[in-house]
C-alpha cells in the first residue's frame, strides 16, 4: 500500500471512529448520567470514603451550593498549619508529611529520623537499573520514563505480586525513595541523547532530604542553596496528598481494587498525572504565560493584558481552547491554599530574583480572569487561581527545567497515591465497577458477503 492510499485509508477509519463514538451531549441528560463522575453543580460524585486527606472548597446551604474559603488537610491537620510549623522551626517539611499520610500520625523527632535514615537507604537504584531501563532507553518526556522506571521496579523485585501490607508497604516506601532518582536520571539522559548537553549521573546522598537531592542530582555542579531547597521542599509539601477524588489518586484506587502489583497501579497514576487537565496543567500554563508576553507590547498595561484574555476565553488565542490554564479548580472556589502559599514564596523570589515586573503580569492575569469571564459567560463564577498557576513560575526562577515541572509533581503525588492504594486494599476490599449505559440498538449481524 503506497502512502496517498495509507493516508486516504486512514482518513476514512478517523471519519468511523469519530461516527462511531459521538455521544449527544443531550443523553447525559436524559439518563441522568454523571459526566465526569460530576454532579450538576459541579461537585464531585461521592465515591469512597477516606482518612487521608481532605479538600474543602464549597459548602452546601440549604441545599445550593456555595463558595468558601479553600482548605487542605492531611489526616485532619491543616496543611498551612503545617507548613508554618516546619518552616517555623527551620526544618524540611516533605519527609515529615510522608509519614504523617502514610501511617496516620505525626512523627516524634527520633521516629522523624528513623523514617528519613530509611528513605535515604533506599534512594540509590538497583544494581543495572540506571545503565538498562533508562540510559539505554531515554524518553523525550520524563513521566513516560517515569512510568517505564516504575513498572521495570516489577523485574528487579523479588517478592513483585505479594499485596500483603507488610510488602505493599516496602514497596510504597521504596518507591518514594526512588522516584527523585529515577526522575534526575531521566532528565539527564534526555538532556544528554536528545539535547545533546553532557550527561550527569551524581548519586544520591542519604544524608539529604528529597528537595536537596533532587537539586543536588539535575544540576551538574550539585550546587544549590539552603533557600532554594526550602521553597522546592514547600512544592513537595503541598503536591503530595489531594483527596481520593483528584484522577491520579482515582486511578491509583481503581487500579489497586483489582488486586493487581503496586508497580501497575502507580504506574497508572503516572500516567493519569502526565495529562495537561491534571499534573501536566503548570506547563500549560508557561507555555499561555509566554504566549501572552509574546503577543503583548506592554506587560504592566492591564486593558491590553485584559484584551488578550478576552480573545483566549474567546477561542482566539493561544491553543483556542477558551481555558486560561492555572485558573479555577474543580473543589476550590474562592482560594486555593496551596497556591497562596506559592503565591508568597512567588512574591519573595521575584523580588529576589528581578522579575517584579513578570510577577506582576501573572497577578493580572489572576486579578482579570474572573471580571472577563464573568462578562463573556454571564456568570457569576468564583475563579481563583489554583496551585499549577504559580508553580511553574517558582520553579523557573529555581532555574528547574520545564521538563520536571510535572514529574516533580508526581515525585510528591506518588506518597498520596502509596497511601491511597493501602487504604483501598484495606479498607474497601471491593473492585471499583461502576456502570454505563448502552445507546447502541440490537443490530443483527450482515454475512461479510452481503455487506
Not at 500500500?1 to 471512529?17: A, H, Q, S
Not at 479498607?427 to 471499583?432: E, F, L, M, S
Request: charged residues 25%; proline residues 4%.
Amino acid at each position: 500500500m503506497c502512502i496517498n492510499e495509507r493516508t486516504k485509508l486512514f482518513e476514512e477509519l478517523t471519519g468511523l471512529v469519530e461516527k462511531s463514538n459521538n455521544i449527544d451531549p443531550e443523553a447525559y441528560i436524559k439518563y441522568n448520567v454523571k459526566r465526569g463522575l460530576r454532579n450538576s453543580d459541579g461537585s464531585g460524585v461521592l465515591v469512597g470514603l477516606t482518612k487521608i486527606g481532605e479538600v474543602h472548597g464549597y459548602l452546601f446551604d440549604e441545599g445550593e451550593k456555595k463558595a468558601d474559603e479553600g482548605r487542605l488537610s492531611y489526616r485532619g491537620i491543616g496543611v498551612m498549619d503545617i507548613v508554618h510549623g516546619f518552616q517555623k522551626e527551620g526544618r524540611f517539611g516533605f519527609e515529615e508529611i510522608s509519614y504523617l499520610l502514610l501511617f496516620g500520625e505525626l512523627p516524634s523527632n527520633e521516629r522523624l529520623q528513623e523514617f528519613n535514615n530509611l528513605l535515604g537507604g533506599c534512594r540509590i537504584l538497583p544494581n543495572g537499573f540506571t545503565e538498562d531501563m533508562i540510559l539505554k532507553a531515554p524518553s523525550f518526556d520524563i513521566m513516560n520514563k517515569l512510568a517505564r522506571s516504575v513498572l521495570a521496579c516489577y523485574s528487579y523485585d523479588n517478592n513483585p505480586d505479594d499485596v500483603s501490607l507488610p510488602n505493599i508497604l516496602r514497596q510504597s516506601l521504596e518507591l518514594i525513595a526512588r522516584f527523585p532518582t529515577m526522575m534526575a536520571y531521566g532528565y539527564q539522559a534526555k538532556s544528554h541523547y536528545y539535547d545533546g548537553n553532557s550527561l550527569f549521573i551524581h548519586l544520591p546522598k542519604p544524608e539529604l532530604s528529597t528537595a536537596e537531592n533532587i537539586l543536588h542530582m539535575i544540576r551538574p555542579d550539585n550546587q544549590y542553596t539552603r533557600s532554594e531547597a526550602e521553597i522546592l521542599d514547600l512544592a513537595l509539601v503541598l503536591h503530595a496528598e489531594h483527596g481520593g477524588g483528584n484522577n491520579s489518586s482515582f486511578s491509583t484506587r481503581v487500579v489497586s481494587s483489582t488486586g493487581t502489583d503496586t508497580y501497575s497501579a502507580i504506574a497508572a497514576a503516572v500516567g493519569a498525572l502526565k495529562g495537561p487537565k491534571h499534573g501536566g496543567a503548570n506547563k500549560k500554563v508557561m507555555d499561555m504565560i509566554e504566549n501572552i508576553k509574546a503577543n503583548i507590547s506592554d506587560w504592566e498595561d492591564r486593558d491590553e493584558v485584559e484584551n488578550y484574555i478576552r480573545k483566549i476565553i474567546n477561542k482566539e488565542a493561544y491553543d483556542r481552547t477558551g481555558l486560561v490554564y492555572g485558573m479555577g479548580h474543580a473543589v476550590y472556589t474562592i482560594s486555593d491554599p496551596r497556591a497562596v502559599l506559592l503565591k508568597e514564596k512567588a512574591i519573595e523570589l521575584a523580588k529576589e530574583k528581578d522579575r517584579t515586573k513578570e510577577l506582576a503580569l501573572y497577578m493580572a492575569i489572576e486579578d482579570l480572569t474572573p471580571k472577563v469571564f464573568a462578562e463573556l459567560k454571564g456568570t457569576s463564577k468564583d475563579i481563583s487561581p489554583n496551585v499549577d498557576f504559580y508553580s511553574g513560575f517558582v520553579y523557573t526562577m529555581l532555574n528547574i527545567p520545564q521538563e520536571l515541572y510535572t514529574p516533580i509533581f508526581a515525585v510528591s503525588r506518588i506518597v498520596g497515591w502509596c497511601a491511597h492504594r493501602i487504604e483501598e486494599l484495606v479498607g474497601v476490599q471491593r473492585i471499583i465497577r461502576p456502570a454505563y449505559k448502552s445507546l447502541v440498538k440490537g443490530t443483527k449481524y450482515i454475512p461479510l458477503t452481503e455487506r
